[in-house]
T-cell receptor, first 109, second 114 residues
Framework: GQSLEQPSEVTAVEGAIVQINCTYQTSGFYGLSWYQQHDGGAPTFLSYNALDGLEETGRFSSFLSRSDSYGYLLLQELQMKDSASYFC??????????FGPGTRLSVLP | DADVTQTPRNRITKTGKRIMLECSQTKGHDRMYWYRQDPGLGLRLIYYSFDVKDINKGEISDGYSVSRQAQAKFSLSLESAIPNQTALYFC?????????????FGPGTRLTVL
């Protein structure tokens, strides 16, 4: 099976940088992705890592280390609209997708 | 128009009733998924389909069934609804030409079973 761990809550101020960590335990693993979900909304795709290293997409970056079974999402220049829940998702060779429990990010003025 | 639509958006039903949730997409994607989300938790995969003739169970398929009527349509049925199936249900799509993790979600159906 697969299980993922994330911090339940993170708080930061506008303009700051925040890192949301994700550790995973899997019987098979292909890649790690990140989704954002605002309250009452649908998850939206942010980033995907199949290889070790850093992927950068605008203000968001995602990192994966397969040897450490670890990844993180880095959000820079935080804005109020970034307040949302963030989920890491493990992909088992496209056969199953397991969501982490989510990290609720609160951005303060 | 939205690329992934779900009907109904909200549904209240009683224990033992049969319920069908429908999902349609105009993205031309070949893969479709059904998830449920319980309050404060992540999404859990119920069923997924990689093409019209391919149906696979996800993590929590018991009590649910699906039908892929066409490439663009994927429906989820609860044969005999029970209260612990009260949840927010999401349909998602992806394309085999992209990394499978790039999923596009519908707006969700909020189901309450009394």
């Amino acid at each position: 099976g697969q299980s993922l761990e994330q911090p339940s809550e993170v708080t930061a101020v506008e303009g700051a940088i925040v890192q949301i960590n994700c550790t995973y335990q899997t019987s098979g693993f292909y890649g790690l992705s990140w989704y954002q979900q605002h309250d009452g909304g649908a998850p939206t795709f942010l980033s995907y890592n199949a290889l070790d290293g850093l992927e950068e997409t605008g203000r968001f970056s995602s990192f994966l280390s397969r040897s450490d079974s670890y990844g993180y999402l880095l959000l820079q220049e935080l804005q109020m609209k970034d307040s949302a829940s963030y989920f890491c998702v493990a992909d088992n060779y496209g056969q199953n997708f397991v969501f982490g429990p989510g990290t609720r990010l609160s951005v303060l003025p | 128009d939205a690329d992934v639509t779900q009907t109904p958006r909200n549904r209240i039903t009683k224990t033992g009733k049969r319920i069908m949730l429908e999902c349609s997409q105009t993205k031309g994607h070949d893969r479709m998924y059904w998830y449920r989300q319980d309050p404060g938790l992540g999404l859990r995969l119920i069923y997924y389909s990689f093409d019209v003739k391919d149906i696979n169970k996800g993590e929590i398929s018991d009590g649910y069934s699906v039908s892929r009527q066409a490439q663009a349509k994927f429906s989820l049925s609860l044969e005999s609804a029970i209260p612990n199936q009260t949840a927010l249900y999401f349909c998602a799509t992806s394309d085999s030409s992209e990394p499978a993790d790039t999923q596009y979600f519908g707006p969700g159906t909020r189901l309450t079973v009394l």
